[in-house]
């Protein structure tokens, strides 16, 4: 049975939101602002996250960036493009718009949680830039392509997070279990080295700085 957490200060709208999907068969796991959030995902990792930007405390643009590795469907009422645009490179994986239809949402939720089921494949891809997480090989039009450790951890995040923004302080958390050595201050010139590989091996500049977030491959996700 899937968990998802729904992090809604608005009582009616959180209450609404639990009994619906109590109903449709899910776990419900509540929390009223930004703080208590990420105190919930420090105790549970939800299988699907349904965020308000409007929070007291931690804003959901704030608490964004520390739930990668989990779909988030923001709920907001703010609809214009470049609002939309900034919450996908922020690393929401869908969005709706308030008011919204019930139907919708459960339909949303399903779609999210299908994608989240289907088995991947151990090869990463990117226009012609592949890794193979079985043989830890990079390939750039089939060129190998040398990398770190810790290069290789940089890259593997951000390939499965392609077309979404990596905050820094995620990236941190998450290659710290292959590689010890990049820390705050040294994974400037870890990305800048693997950026520098990549291009002389023809991928282009496909690692972008996102400012004040962090980094991303490939094109935004719209």
Known sequence: MNTIAVIEDDLPIGNLLEEVLTKAGYIVRRAYSGTE???LFQREKPDLALLDLMLPGLSGEEVLPHLAGVPVIVLTAKAGVEDKVKLLLGGAADYLTKPFEIP???ARVQVRL?????????VLRWEDLELDETSRQVTVGGTPVHLTRTEYA???LLLQNQGRAVAKSVILDSISRDTPDCTESSLKQHVSNLRKKLRDAGAGDCIQSV???GFLLGEPKS
């Not at 299908?114 to 151990?122: A, D, G």
């Open 37 to 39: 959030a990420l105190y």
């Open 104 to 106: 919708e949402l459960l």
């Open 114 to 122: 299908r994608e989240r089921r289907t088995p991947r494949s151990p």
């Open 154 to 156: 940089l890259l593997k």
């Open 211 to 213: 400012w004040g977030i």
